[in-house]
């Protein structure tokens, strides 16, 4: 997943977060507010109606100026016909065991206030109770006389459902205008983000067109003075750095180059003067050794300055060859030569015999002792396969993908494992003879081919 999307995916998930976080606030503060609206008036009506009803007792009490509880109900009733019901709310009186309602008010709670499921008298602060009804909102108050005895109890209901709704409601219109936001600024947060993240494509894109043999590019660096400009400008030290070391490195290999040809060069010419058998087999090795010094150099300038000849090559005597110069090694019992394919290749005949002593002495070498090595060939269509064998224990899973990198080794003691240059310059050769060169390798050891061409009349 790009950077942008990413960016973007999680402003998105934290936009989500905040407007839900405000949507879910705002539908909660619309139903505090809604009840609070409904005990304000819950406590205006029973104060209302308790100012109505005191009014109302002095003219009901008896000559002894005492009110009896039939005188009581007299006057509750009196006072439930000044101040009745409204369209938000029922009123009641409990006074001397009867309950007395006026006439009006919603009419699901005033059919809950008649009936035996009218929530119980409780005088206090306001309350929600649950009915079958819906949720309504209660107040009971207590009348007291002068003597502080109880006279009454006032009780104003009101249903809660029209604040539900107007929460509901809100919630709706929130969650949906939060929705569109979230739309139009995941939108505009994807525009801006790349916008932003434009210098970056730019300095990768840049980044990817640098390679080893071009060390000069350099990665633009935008003027927004940012952490970005900063990266830039960074990349672009490194690749100085990086661009210096590789010079450096470069003029250390060309004076190795001179250093070694020029003794090299003195023995060819004494070996010339002495003349014999014995000088021709020296003095082929030494060229043999000019060409290993230079593929040396062109693998290690990354560069593809191996040269090879082009012809036909007749495998059975390409394999005496290999076989005469392994048998003079030490390690020549562990190598088994199996009979060449009577056919003719395309590629160049002492190239090949380099690449076959560079495989058998990577196979000796990387394997335990007692190693057994075999070098065999094998016609595949228009195509030979050079194949070299071992039975080892095979090459680390980890290390396979780069045994053709130069200075990767398979040896499991070496530190780091950066000694080896074998693969890397069979691939090179096998490369400029128009080849392949593949490796497979498991528990059962490790094969090597080298795959040329038929050469055709």
Same mark, same amino acid.
């Given at each position: 997943?790009?950077?942008?999307?990413?960016?973007?995916?999680?402003?998105?998930?934290?936009?989500?977060?905040?407007?839900?976080?405000?949507?879910?606030?705002?539908?909660?503060?619309?139903?505090?507010?809604?009840?609070?609206?409904?005990?304000?008036?819950?406590?205006?009506?029973?104060?209302?109606?308790?100012?109505?009803?005191?009014?109302?007792?002095?003219?009901?009490?008896?000559?002894?100026?005492?009110?009896?509880?039939?005188?009581?109900?007299?006057?509750?009733?009196?006072?439930?016909?000044?101040?009745?019901?409204?369209?938000?709310?029922?009123?009641?009186?409990?006074?001397?065991?009867?309950?007395?309602?006026?006439?009006?008010?919603?009419?699901?709670?005033?059919?809950?206030?008649?009936?035996?499921?009218?929530?119980?008298?409780?005088?206090?602060?306001?309350?929600?109770?649950?009915?079958?009804?819906?949720?309504?909102?209660?107040?009971?108050?207590?009348?007291?006389?002068?003597?502080?005895?109880?006279?009454?109890?006032?009780?104003? /209901? @009101?249903?809660?459902?029209? %604040?539900?709704? $107007?929460? !509901?409601? &809100?919630?709706?219109?929130? #969650?949906? +205008?939060?929705? *569109?936001?979230?739309?139009?600024?995941? /939108? @505009?947060?994807?525009?801006? %983000?790349?916008? $932003?993240? !434009?210098? &970056?494509?730019?300095?990768? #894109?840049? +980044?990817?067109? *640098?390679?080893?043999?071009?060390?000069?590019?350099?990665?633009?660096?935008?003027?927004?003075?940012?952490?970005?400009?900063?990266?830039?400008?960074?990349?672009?030290?490194?690749?100085?750095?990086?661009?210096?070391?590789?010079?450096?490195?470069?003029?250390?290999?060309?004076?190795?180059?001179?250093?070694?040809?020029?003794?090299?060069?003195?023995?060819?010419?004494?070996?010339?003067?002495?003349?014999?058998?014995?000088?021709?087999?020296?003095?082929?090795?030494?060229?043999?050794?000019?060409?290993?010094?230079?593929?040396?150099?062109?693998?290690?300038?990354?560069?593809?300055?191996?040269?090879?000849?082009?012809?036909?090559?007749?495998?059975?005597?390409?394999?005496?060859?290999?076989?005469?110069?392994?048998?003079?090694?030490?390690?020549?019992?562990?190598?088994?030569?199996?009979?060449?394919?009577?056919?003719?290749?395309?590629?160049?005949?002492?190239?090949?015999?380099?690449?076959?002593?560079?495989?058998?002495?990577?196979?000796?070498?990387?394997?335990?002792?007692?190693?057994?090595?075999?070098?065999?060939?094998?016609?595949?269509?228009?195509?030979?396969?050079?194949?070299?064998?071992?039975?080892?224990?095979?090459?680390?899973?980890?290390?396979?993908?780069?045994?053709?990198?130069?200075?990767?080794?398979?040896?499991?003691?070496?530190?780091?494992?950066?000694?080896?240059?074998?693969?890397?310059?069979?691939?090179?050769?096998?490369?400029?003879?128009?080849?392949?060169?593949?490796?497979?390798?498991?528990?059962?050891?490790?094969?090597?081919?080298?795959?040329?061409?038929?050469?055709?009349?």
């Amino acid at each position: 997943m790009s950077l942008t999307r990413r960016l973007v995916l999680r402003a998105l998930m934290v936009m989500v977060l905040v407007v839900g976080g405000v949507t879910a606030l705002t539908h909660e503060l619309v139903l505090v507010s809604g009840r609070n609206d409904v005990d304000d008036l819950l406590r205006e009506e029973s104060a209302l109606l308790s100012d109505t009803l005191g009014d109302q007792l002095p003219a009901a009490a008896g000559l002894d100026g005492m009110v009896s509880g039939p005188e009581a109900e007299r006057a509750a009733q009196r006072a439930l016909s000044i101040r009745p019901s409204g369209p938000r709310h029922v009123s009641l009186v409990h006074v001397d065991g009867v309950r007395l309602q006026s006439t009006g008010g919603p009419a699901e709670v005033a059919g809950l206030m008649r009936g035996d499921d009218a929530p119980v008298s409780a005088p206090g602060v306001a309350r929600t109770v649950d009915t079958d009804v819906g949720r309504v909102r209660v107040l009971d108050t207590p009348v007291t006389d002068a003597a502080d005895e109880k006279i009454a109890v006032i009780t104003v /209901a @009101a249903p809660l459902d029209t %604040v539900q709704d $107007t929460a !509901a409601t &809100v919630l709706l219109f929130t #969650a949906l +205008a939060g929705g *569109i936001g979230i739309g139009g600024g995941g /939108a @505009a947060l994807w525009l801006v %983000v790349r916008r $932003t993240l !434009a210098p &970056v494509r730019k300095v990768s #894109a840049a +980044a990817q067109r *640098i390679s080893p043999t071009d060390l000069a590019t350099r990665v633009p660096v935008p003027d927004t003075g940012d952490e970005i400009a900063e990266l830039a400008t960074e990349i672009n030290r490194m690749l100085t750095r990086i661009e210096q070391a590789e010079t450096g490195r470069r003029r250390y290999l060309a004076a190795i180059s001179h250093e070694v040809r020029t003794p090299l060069a003195v023995a060819e010419g004494h070996l010339e003067l002495l003349g014999g058998p014995e000088a021709e087999i020296v003095h082929a090795e030494l060229e043999r050794l000019r060409r290993v010094l230079e593929d040396l150099m062109a693998v290690a300038r990354g560069g593809d300055g191996i040269d090879a000849d082009r012809g036909p090559v007749f495998l059975p005597d390409l394999f005496d060859a290999v076989r005469a110069r392994v048998g003079s090694l030490s390690f020549a019992r562990s190598v088994v030569f199996h009979e060449a394919a009577p056919q003719v290749v395309l590629g160049d005949e002492a190239r090949l015999e380099q690449c076959l002593m560079n495989l058998v002495s990577n196979a000796i070498d990387h394997n335990p002792p007692h190693v057994v090595v075999d070098v065999a060939t094998r016609v595949e269509g228009d195509t030979v396969a050079l194949t070299v064998t071992d039975d080892g224990d095979g090459i680390d899973p980890d290390v396979l993908p780069l045994v053709f990198e130069p200075f990767v080794t398979t040896r499991p003691n070496e530190a780091g494992g950066l000694v080896g240059l074998g693969l890397s310059i069979v691939r090179s050769l096998v490369t400029a003879q128009g080849g392949d060169v593949d490796v497979r390798s498991g528990p059962e050891g490790t094969t090597v081919r080298i795959l040329l061409p038929v050469a055709r009349a």
